[in-house]
Structures are given as structure tokens and as C-alpha cells.
């Protein structure tokens, strides 16, 4: 072999295993941009992680919460982290999807009057529609075709969305009336159901402390860039699974569609390519280069609470979807 | 991917050999029992030796065949718990070329180095059966050396008589038992006396020589003068000898067989 042949191989070598040593830092990585965020958000560690996951996934996450839970502060900081940008929608029932996607406005220049288009609120990379319920069907379904194509249609022509594009739509548990439940068809789309629940009493000293004492407005550092965010969102696409644990996934999935004293309705296959994406991600996450039977365990929770119908014997049983998700998986 | 091949293929051996130890160490135990329980039965040690080795030959293969069907990698990762899951993950995507798996492979090849086939060999389970292995020996060795009187059976079929010491025309026993006559009565051949001597001592003399011999007395030889009689003078035959009936009877019988051996 010629001296040249054996270089090349050698730095061929040398590059594999600083691709590997680098994926051996990637636990470091995702550690150190859940403390960037804990600087300004408190606790909540399991939401932040599974809106990690989304991202991940290239995907939307649905989140449920009651009001004052620190949801824009949490996706503004994550948004700022991983330098990304961040607009808000709030939806109201008199929200127009123009108001969402964009429109053509006129402007005048030099005498010379044309239409420009004028991008809406849904050009950015992390998009926060809050109480999406509240919005009418038509609004609804225009950012939900966002989310789906990744582009938005105005007239005719096509605008396609910068990439990575997420959107993380908020509904309130309380307050329903006067809303429009997203159809289940729609809430089949998102990747997560993420539950945010109230700060336990450390927690809620530590946000008083913060939040009281003086006006606070730390600054979150840049942690990754946006083409790292899309090399590590092809990464999680590579995680490897083993046969049996893929089938574990398959099996639970498939088991909401067998359950009939429990389940009216149970879960597409969509909710199958979710679980497994999911738990891969949870994998990276957690620094490991393989899925652990455990990871789809856990995340068999967001992913198909809200893909799953109870029949009226498990509501009057007073079970929720994660009850019945519980006893499927023993 | 060519050296995850082969280090699966050497976890293949070494599950292969674990296996090959497990189950000789039980077909060691089969032989032993198979045996302790043939030795029971009235036959040909030939046999007592043969059938214990073919029943052990056939539960080594079948064993053997059972658990290597049965044979996965969760067994090496159970013992091994620092490759959990990390094995068969490779394992199942052994022909996927990306970052990640080429990743997990560099992780798993470094974790494998830590582990050892030793932790396959469940130490508690082979030291119960080389114990059990040493009581049934010991078993054999007690029954056989002390002669204990234990009821041999002999085989009840038919077709495998050619088993029993002495081959196919002893009879079983056990067979025809209405033909057997106990007798009952006190007719026995020979001396009738001798059937009822029961517990009786017999007082045995042995006399060889119709006289007491005295070893004390025995000398040396004496001279002794034979011509101061006891020699006759002269030698001489009785001719009425001859003449006698007897004589003659035993001529004719003596000539009668010379003519039936020659007639024969």
C-alpha cells in the first residue's frame, strides 16, 4: 500500500473517531443547554426535556397547561439558547389566517405602487400559539398546514418556512367555553401531548426569590447553532433500536386499538413512527448511542395521550388516558 | 462493520461453549443415575454399561440442540451488565453504516474487553451438580462394594431376554408360575436324614489310615533279616485256580466286550 493510500486512511481513521468522541460529548451538550435554561426557567425539567425531544423529532409538541406556568418565558429561553427565532401567536376567536400566514400589502415607492408580501407571524423557527383552541377552524387549519407542508400558500405562491421550524400550541384544560376543540384528525399531528404542572413548593421559593427581589433579566448564552440543531436532528434519525424493543413499541400501540373495554378509539400508525422517533431521541438526550426499552416506555406517555379515545366506562371510572396507558403497558 | 462481525462470532463461541459445559456437566449426571438405576435389574454388565451411554448420548444431543435454538444475546448481556441492550442493538443493525451505530459499535467493542465468559458459568449451579455428581458415586460405590442384599428385577419383556446372564433359554422368572409344584411332603432325594438335620451339628471323623498312628513313636528305620522267615522258599501257583468256575465266567465276559467294542 503506498505511503499516500496509508494517510488518507489514517486521517480517515483519525476523523471517524473524532466523529465518535464528539457524539461521546453529546450528553455533555444537551446537560449543559438544560442548565443555560435553568437559569431563568425553575424545575419543569421533564417539559423542557420533552420539548427537546420535539425539536428533535422536527416535529410540534401540544402543551397543557393552566395560565401563569411560565410557558413563553420557557420557549423564549429555549428559542435563545439554541438560536433559533421566536414569534408568538395569540389566538383569538377574531384571529384571521392572514394573521397568522402573512398577506400582500401595497407600497408605494418612487410613485410606483406594488404588493409586497408581508410574512406573518409563522416565519420563524419556533413558533408559540397560544391557546390555539380559542382560534376559529380556519385559523386553525391554516397553521396546522403550515406545520404539516413546512411552506404556506398565499394566492398562488408558495413560501417555503426556514428550517428548523416548530411549533409548540398551548391549550388551557380550563376556560373551554367559547373554544373550539382541535378535531382529534389535527391533534393526531402533534408529535407530544406535554402536561405542565404546577412548581412544587422548592421550586415556587426559588421563582419568588428570583422574580421579587429585583428585577431580573439574566441572559441565556447560544449554545447551539442552528445547523448543529439539524445535524443533531439527523443524528437522532440514525439512533439505533433493536428488534425487540421496536416491536415492544409496536405492541403497545397496537394494544390501544385492542382494548375495548377501556378505549373507544385507539392510536394510527402515525402514533407508531412517533413512539419509535421519540424514544431515539430520548436516547440522545440522555447521551446513549442506543434505545433502551425504558426510554419507550416513558415516552409512550406524551405520544399517545392524546391519540387515544376512552369509552364512557373508563370516564366514569374517573381514568385518565394515562391510567389506561399505564395498565397497557404491564 | 467487518470487526463487529467478528466479535459477535466470538460471542457466539464463547455462548457455544458455555452451553457444551452446562450440558456435559448434566449428562455426566444422567449417566450416573442412568446407571445407579440399571445396576438394579438382572442383566448383563455389558448392558448395565451400554444403556446408561446411550441414554446420556441422547439427552447430550438433545440438550445440546434445545439450548442452542434457545440461545440469545440477552444471555451474555444478563451476565454482563455494562452492555445491556448495547449487544442486540448492534447486533440488529450489524449492516447500518452511519454515526450513531458506528458509534455504538466503538462503545460496545470497548465495554466488551471488560467483560468475561466466567459470569456465563453460574458457579453455585455447577458446584450442586459435581456435589450430586460425587453423591450418586458414592451411591453406586456403597451398593455395589458393601453387597447390599437388594431384590434384583429381572426384565419383564420378552424381546430383551437376550439381556439376562445366561442368555435366551434361562426362564423368567415370574413366567409359568402356575407350573410350580411346592413339595410338601418329606420325600427328598438321598439320605432322607439329611433334609432334617435343620440346625443339628454332624460330628465328621476322618480316618484315612484304619489305625492310630503315633508320630512319637516313628523311628529310624531297623534293618530286619528276612532270611529268618517270612520269605517263601519256593514260589509256586495252585493249579485248582485254573480249574474254578470264576475264572472262566470272567473269560467269557472279557471275550463278549472285545466283541461289542468290535461291533461298535
Given amino acids: 500500500m503506498s505511503a499516500h493510500k496509508k494517510s488518507a486512511g489514517r486521517m480517515k481513521m483519525a476523523k471517524h473517531i473524532d466523529s465518535i468522541r464528539n457524539i461521546e460529548k453529546l450528553k455533555d451538550t444537551f446537560s449543559n443547554v438544560s442548565k443555560e435554561i435553568s437559569k431563568i426557567i425553575v424545575g419543569q425539567e421533564e417539559v423542557i426535556e420533552q420539548i427537546l425531544i420535539s425539536i428533535l423529532c422536527d416535529s410540534n409538541a401540544l402543551l397543557e397547561s393552566y395560565p401563569g406556568l411560565g410557558k413563553t418565558t420557557m420557549i423564549k429561553t429555549i428559542s435563545d439558547v439554541l438560536d433559533l427565532k421566536f414569534s408568538r401567536i395569540q389566538n383569538t376567536p377574531d384571529l384571521m389566517p392572514s394573521d397568522i400566514i402573512g398577506t400582500y400589502v401595497i407600497e408605494e415607492e418612487k410613485g410606483k405602487k406594488s404588493f409586497r408580501f408581508q410574512k406573518g407571524p409563522v416565519f420563524a423557527n419556533i413558533v408559540l400559539a397560544d391557546e390555539i383552541n380559542r382560534a376559529t377552524p380556519k385559523t386553525q387549519s391554516a397553521l396546522l398546514e403550515a406545520m404539516q407542508e413546512k411552506q404556506v400558500t398565499v394566492g398562488n405562491q408558495t413560501f417555503a418556512l426556514d428550517t428548523p421550524f416548530f411549533v409548540l400550541a398551548t391549550q388551557n384544560p380550563i376556560d373551554m367555553e367559547g373554544t373550539y376543540p382541535l378535531p382529534e384528525a389535527q391533534v393526531d399531528r402533534f408529535l407530544l401531548k406535554v402536561l405542565v404542572n404546577y412548581p412544587n413548593f422548592d421550586d415556587e421559593m426559588e421563582i419568588i426569590n428570583r422574580f421579587t427581589k429585583a428585577k431580573a433579566d439574566p441572559k441565556v448564552r447560544t449554545l447551539l447553532s442552528k445547523d448543529s440543531l439539524k445535524l443533531l436532528q439527523n443524528l437522532t434519525r440514525q439512533v439505533p433500536i433493536a428488534d425487540d424493543i421496536k416491536k415492544r413499541a409496536l405492541e403497545i400501540v397496537t394494544k390501544t386499538r385492542t382494548k375495548k373495554d377501556l378505549i373507544e378509539y385507539g392510536a394510527s400508525p402515525r402514533a407508531s413512527i412517533g413512539l419509535i422517533l421519540a424514544a431515539k431521541a430520548k436516547a440522545l438526550v440522555n447521551g446513549r448511542k442506543y434505545v433502551s426499552a425504558k426510554d419507550v416506555e416513558e415516552m409512550a406517555y406524551p405520544v399517545l395521550r392524546h391519540r387515544i379515545i376512552l369509552n364512557f366506562k373508563a370516564e366514569r371510572e374517573g381514568k385518565t388516558p394515562d391510567d389506561v396507558i399505564r395498565e397497557l403497558m404491564k | ?264
Wanted: without cysteine; negative net charge.
Fill in chain 2, 1 to 264: 462493520m467487518a470487526k463487529i462481525k467478528g466479535l459477535f462470532n466470538e460471542v457466539k463461541v464463547e455462548l457455544l461453549k458455555v452451553v457444551l459445559i452446562n450440558t456435559f456437566l448434566d449428562a455426566i449426571m444422567v449417566f450416573f443415575i442412568a446407571y445407579f438405576i440399571t445396576s438394579f435389574f438382572n442383566i448383563k454388565f455389558l448392558y448395565i454399561v451400554l444403556i446408561p451411554a446411550s441414554v446420556t448420548a441422547v439427552f447430550f444431543f438433545t440438550s445440546t440442540t434445545i439450548r442452542i435454538r434457545k440461545l440469545r444475546l440477552k444471555v451474555m448481556e444478563d451476565a454482563n451488565p455494562q452492555v445491556k441492550e448495547m449487544l442486540r442493538t448492534a447486533h440488529d443493525n450489524m449492516d447500518d453504516e452511519n454515526l450513531m451505530t458506528n458509534a455504538l459499535f466503538y462503545e460496545l467493542k470497548k465495554k466488551m474487553k471488560s467483560t468475561s465468559t466466567g459470569n456465563l458459568l453460574e458457579s453455585k449451579k455447577i458446584i450442586t451438580r459435581i456435589i450430586s455428581a460425587v453423591v450418586i458415586v458414592f451411591l453406586i460405590i456403597f451398593v455395589s462394594s458393601l453387597n447390599v442384599n437388594l431384590e434384583k428385577i429381572d426384565i419383564p419383556f420378552e424381546k430383551l431376554r437376550f439381556m439376562i446372564p445366561g442368555g435366551k433359554d434361562q426362564p423368567l422368572v415370574g413366567g409359568n408360575i402356575t407350573e410350580l409344584v411346592f413339595n410338601e411332603t418329606e420325600v427328598v432325594y438321598g439320605d432322607a436324614s439329611i433334609a432334617k438335620l435343620g440346625n443339628e451339628e454332624i460330628d465328621l471323623n476322618m480316618n484315612p489310615t484304619m489305625s492310630e498312628i503315633d508320630f512319637n513313636e516313628i523311628s529310624q528305620a531297623e534293618r530286619e533279616n528276612l532270611r529268618e522267615g517270612g520269605v517263601p522258599q519256593e514260589i509256586g501257583v495252585n493249579p485248582d485256580v485254573f480249574n474254578s468256575q470264576e475264572v472262566l465266567d470272567e473269560a467269557e465276559q472279557a471275550a463278549n466286550y472285545s466283541q461289542r467294542i468290535k461291533d461298535i
